[in-house]
C-alpha cells in the first residue's frame, strides 16, 4: 500500500517564476492538506481540499494556490516566487467525516529553492 | 484560536536515560493532541495520538505522553532514550471547529542522544 507520495523532491527556481507541487494522498483517503515548514520551524497550515475543493485555509497570501483532482491528488501551486517561499513543502493525506483525532499522513516532502 | 507551545527547542540526553518533552496548548474547543517525530530527510511520522480517551497515552517505540487539562499540557516521555531517537519532535493541536481537521504545529525540539 503506498503512502503519501510527493514530487518532484527537490526543486530549483528563480524569483518571479511560478511552480506546481505534485501530491498523491494515500489510498483510500479523500483529504489533501498542504503545509510549508520553513528550515529550523514547524510546519505551517496553507489550505486543506475535499471533493475538489478548497475548503479551509491558513494565513498565506493568494499567490499560494490549489487544485484536486476527481481522483483525490492535489497540485500546489505558486506564483511570482519569492526568496522567503524556499522551504519543505508538505503534503498530507486523511480520510474525512472520521472527526477529532484523524491520523495525517504525511508525504517526504517537495524541499523548493528560491535564488 | 488553537496554538502549541514547545518549551524546549533542543533537549540533549544520555543513552538509557530518561525523555521529556514539553508541551503546552491552547484550544478553545476539546482538542485533539499528536507528537509527531522527523527523521532528517524524512516525513512526519506520528507517534502517538489524544482523543478525549484515556489521558495516559501510549505510543510507538516505547514513548507515552499524558493530557493534563488543567495544566493545558501534553508532555512526550520515555523511560530510556535510544540512539534512534534522535531526531525533531513536534507537538500537534487539532480543532476541529468548523468540522475540519487541521493541524496546528510546535516550533519542534531537536532531540539529541549521545552514548
Known amino acids: 500500500d503506498a503512502g503519501v507520495t510527493q514530487s518532484p523532491t527537490h526543486l530549483i527556481k528563480t524569483r518571479g517564476q511560478q511552480v506546481t507541487l505534485r501530491c498523491s494522498p494515500k489510498?483510500?483517503?479523500?483529504?489533501v492538506s498542504w503545509y510549508q515548514q520553513a528550515l529550523g520551524q514547524g510546519p505551517q497550515f496553507i489550505f486543506q481540499?475535499?471533493?475538489?475543493?478548497?475548503?479551509q485555509r491558513g494565513n498565506f497570501p493568494d499567490r499560494f494556490s490549489g487544485h484536486q483532482f476527481p481522483n483525490y491528488s492535489s497540485e500546489l501551486n505558486v506564483n511570482a516566487l519569492l526568496l522567503g517561499d524556499s522551504a519543505l513543502y508538505l503534503c498530507?493525506?486523511?480520510?474525512?467525516?472520521?472527526?477529532?483525532?484523524?491520523?495525517?499522513?504525511f508525504g517526504q516532502g517537495t524541499r523548493l529553492t528560491v535564488v | 484560536a488553537q496554538s502549541v507551545t514547545q518549551l524546549d527547542s533542543h533537549v540533549s540526553v544520555s543513552e538509557g536515560t530518561p525523555v521529556l518533552l514539553r508541551c503546552n496548548y491552547s484550544?478553545?474547543?476539546?482538542?485533539?493532541l499528536f507528537w509527531y517525530v522527523q527523521h532528517p530527510n524524512k516525513g512526519l511520522q506520528l507517534l502517538l495520538k489524544y482523543t478525549s480517551a484515556a489521558t495516559l497515552v501510549k505510543g510507538i517505540n516505547g514513548f507515552e505522553a499524558e493530557f493534563k487539562k488543567s495544566e493545558t499540557s501534553f508532555h512526550l516521555t520515555k523511560p530510556s532514550a535510544h540512539m534512534s531517537d534522535a531526531a525533531e519532535y513536534f507537538c500537534v493541536v487539532s480543532d476541529a471547529s468548523e468540522g475540519y481537521s487541521t493541524l496546528t504545529f510546535g516550533k519542534g525540539t531537536m532531540l539529541l542522544v549521545s552514548p
Open positions: 498530507a493525506s486523511s480520510l474525512v467525516g472520521t472527526g477529532l483525532g484523524t491520523e495525517a499522513f
Open positions: 489510498s483510500g483517503h479523500d483529504t
Open positions: 481540499y475535499y471533493e475538489e475543493e478548497e475548503r
Open positions: 484550544s478553545s474547543y476539546s482538542p485533539s
